[in-house]
């Protein structure tokens, strides 16, 4: 089954899902919506993905950690904000507040929660405009 796509051509459906157009009714659909969409059908991935990170941030905050105490090699604080602001904010606090490891810089005591509230909102926009698309 093939979708027109304009000026005489068509598309099927899986190449015009491919490209990032979601096509209903005669209309080209692009943009955010669309990502939203994709990632509220797909949400067991991204919630185990989301989940994976924030398992592996509260690991590199305990490691980091350990190491402290041993005067050792340390996790990077770039790498610890970088885990962080990639989906494994909630990780992040989780791992400051259990180990109290980072709880007295600034830099981790307002960025990773701020992380974390755009991250939530994030989520919240896509199950809300999952939905509606």
């Known amino acids: 089954m093939c979708v027109f796509y304009g000026r005489g051509r068509y598309l099927s459906r899986r190449t015009a899902y491919i490209r990032g157009i979601m096509v209903r009714g005669g209309q080209r659909r692009h943009g955010m ?73 600034p830099k981790f005591f307002l960025l990773v929660p701020f992380f974390a509230i755009i991250q939530l909102i994030l989520i919240n926009l896509v199950f809300k405009w999952g939905r509606a698309a």
């Open 33 to 105: 919506k669309f990502i939203f969409r994709f990632i509220y059908d797909h949400n067991v991935i991204f919630l185990a993905l989301f989940v994976l990170m924030n398992l592996l941030t509260m690991a590199m905050f305990h490691s980091d950690k350990k190491k402290a105490e041993k005067n050792a090699f340390r996790i990077p604080e770039r790498d610890l904000l970088g885990f962080s602001a990639c989906f494994g904010a909630l990780g992040g606090i989780l791992g400051m507040i259990l180990f109290h490891h980072k709880t007295r810089k």
